[in-house]
């Protein structure tokens, strides 16, 4: 999957009409400086800085990154949890205690031999095969840590006297991107231990207890640090879909300058590499994150470009409150989870008038705490598991959401129980979208059907948009245009998803569409007042294909 099908070359040329029109439009247009009516559906922007547009057809980058993740975190690798390995580190509590128990008993050549057998042997070609192929995996959350990315990270910190075993291991995180692109499946670079610790579990690196990355300058620079390289060796690995830029951050993080942290970052990131998605931990308060996110304008030009994205993290057997329900009970919740989001529909215009709200759940399981399962008959176990699995996957693909990576791959007792991707997969209790495995027939015929239905499709969409404005505001002058080539835009993109798999069979889906509805924004060059013509332009064009190829 290296490659665009041929269908989708021939898109390409077809777009190139469409993108030149554009272009001339809004070269030669101008946005009326009348101020629309009060409406919810019409939010009002009076920045008029538009420029040409810059729209383009989607890479295959661009795919990797936006389409809809069912995704899978590697697990115990590159920060080592104890109960994920036990034998392995002997005893230890942590990745900390674990290798400098090892120098002080081993020496240092043989705990870097042992690393980096453990991180170069974790995943097997035909694992690999069988995360693409058959689980149809699409990427892989990667957590590693600061020392992961070299000993000159590792100075002045508690990993100093082991820092020499990491000599090699970015160059093995590399070439595990590498390998996993090659079979078309991206890589969520997840900065998962933080100097200090971004919360108080060893899955921060060390067994301290203790979240000191929040009140440490120190911290916060080296942090900070290491998310520019990152950044900077990423920039050119199109395996790469985004870097995240902490992992479960403590929840009372945001009161403690983690927003100003962020907002740091992203800026001199956004200096280096301006595209490259960047994906934050919510601190367990979703409400806030949104919040912040929205409240970043991209519009007022002092908001870096980059997508922002909201991980969140879906657990029922931590907390009592999840204890103290049975498991059929918290199946039936699943549903009505992710309330706090916002409208997400064809007809929202949110960023015209603000920032994005984009979620991932980067981490979900099938566990659930015996004190649930114990109100349930024991031979309903099976049925019930398979039962919470699915609907997590039904609801994961909702609303804002761009998908879902599951905890975890990789641990020493595989398959996993209810903590194991490939053993819920091969069960059917967590399965990918159906489209992910039609065909190249079947993609071939709904893209015959699509394309035959499309301009009796938008010419009616475009004429009952035009209509009912019309009929709202009657003599107001309105950019009707721009809904017309947003919708024609959003549908082309939608078809460069569906089909860009070719001869592979299987299809996608713009599943980080919050980011990408921002993308082509910014690229459209338009920031008049009548931007969320365009923005609903997009939406409807998308949606409309995706119906149309029953992939919605």
Same mark, same amino acid.
């Not at 951050?249 to 962020?262: E, P, S």
């Not at 800026?267 to 919040?291: F, H």
């Not at 907390?319 to 009970?329: G, I, M, P, T």
């Given at each position: ?91 230890? *509590? +942590?990745?900390?205690? !674990?290798?400098?128990? #090892?120098? &002080?008993? =081993?020496?240092?050549? /043989? ?94 690196? *060390? +067994?301290?207890?203790? !979240?000191?990355?929040? #009140?440490? &300058?120190? =911290?916060?620079?080296? /942090? ?329």
């Amino acid at each position: 999957m290296t490659e665009l099908s041929s269908r989708t070359k021939k898109f390409r040329l077809k777009m190139k009409k469409l993108v030149q029109r554009a272009k001339d439009h809004i070269r030669s247009g101008s946005s009326s400086s009348q101020t629309s009516p009060s409406d919810s559906a019409r939010p009002v922007n009076n920045i008029h800085q538009s420029r040409p547009s810059t729209i383009s057809q989607p890479t295959v980058r661009d795919i990797l990154r936006y389409r809809y993740h069912f995704g899978v975190n590697l697990g115990s690798i590159f920060v080592l949890e104890p109960w994920l390995f036990p034998k392995f580190v002997g005893g230890a *509590s +942590s990745e900390l205690d !674990a290798v400098t128990s #090892s120098v &002080k008993n =081993n020496g240092v050549e /043989a705990t870097r031999q042992k690393w980096e057998g453990h991180w170069k042997n974790a995943v097997t070609d035909q694992a690999f095969g069988w995360l693409a192929k058959s689980a149809k995996g699409t990427s892989i959350r990667l957590p590693i840590g600061y020392f992961t990315l070299g000993p000159e990270f590792c100075v002045g910190t508690p990993f100093e006297s082991a820092k020499d075993v990491y000599q090699n291991s970015w160059s093995i995180v590399k070439e595990f991107i590498n390998r996993a692109r090659a079979l078309g499946v991206g890589v969520l670079v997840d900065l998962h231990a933080l100097p200090g610790g971004a919360n108080t579990d060893m899955h921060s690196g *060390s +067994s301290t207890g203790k !979240a000191e990355l929040w #009140s440490s &300058k120190k =911290n916060l620079e080296l /942090a900070k640090k290491a998310l520019l390289f990152i950044a900077k060796e990423c920039k050119e690995l199109d395996g790469v879909i985004g870097i995240q830029l902490c992992n479960e951050a403590c929840w009372d993080a945001g009161k403690k300058g983690m927003y100003d942290f962020y907002t740091s970052v992203i800026q001199s990131i956004s200096e280096i590499d301006s595209e490259v998605p960047i994906y934050i931990s919510d601190a367990w308060d979703l409400s806030s994150a949104l919040k912040w996110t929205k409240e970043r304008d991209w519009k007022s030009g002092k908001v870096p470009s980059n997508p922002v994205v909201i991980d969140t993290h879906k657990y029922y057997t931590f907390a009592e409150k999840h204890r103290s329900q049975s498991a059929q009970e918290l199946i039936h919740r699943i549903p009505t989870e992710l309330g706090e989001l916002p409208n997400c529909s064809p007809s929202a215009t949110h960023l015209s008038s603000g920032g994005e709200t984009q979620i991932v759940i980067g981490e979900y399981s099938c566990v659930l705490d015996e004190k649930s399962w114990a109100k349930s008959p024991p031979a309903m176990k099976e049925e019930l598991t398979r039962e919470f699995g699915r609907h997590q996957c039904n609801k994961w693909t909702e609303g804002c959401s761009a998908g879902s990576y599951f905890w975890t791959w990789k641990m020493e007792w595989m398959d996993g129980g209810g903590w194991g991707f490939v053993e819920q997969v091969k069960k059917g209790n967590i399965i990918a979208p159906a489209y992910m495995s039609w065909s190249v027939k079947e993609i071939k015929e709904k893209l015959t059907k699509a394309e035959m239905q499309k301009d009796e499709i938008m010419e009616k969409m475009v004429k009952d948009h035009i209509d009912y404005w019309t009929h709202e505001d009657p003599g107001k002058e309105y950019r009707h245009d721009l809904y017309e080539m947003g919708w024609k835009v959003g549908w082309g993109d939608a078809a460069a998803f569906f089909e860009w798999r070719g001869e592979q069979g299987g299809a996608d889906k713009i599943g980080s569409l919050e980011i990408w509805i921002k993308k082509r924004l910014i690229e459209s060059g338009e920031r008049g007042e009548f931007l969320w013509e365009l923005e609903q332009g997009l939406r409807w064009g998308v949606k409309e294909f995706e119906n149309c190829v029953e992939i919605a």
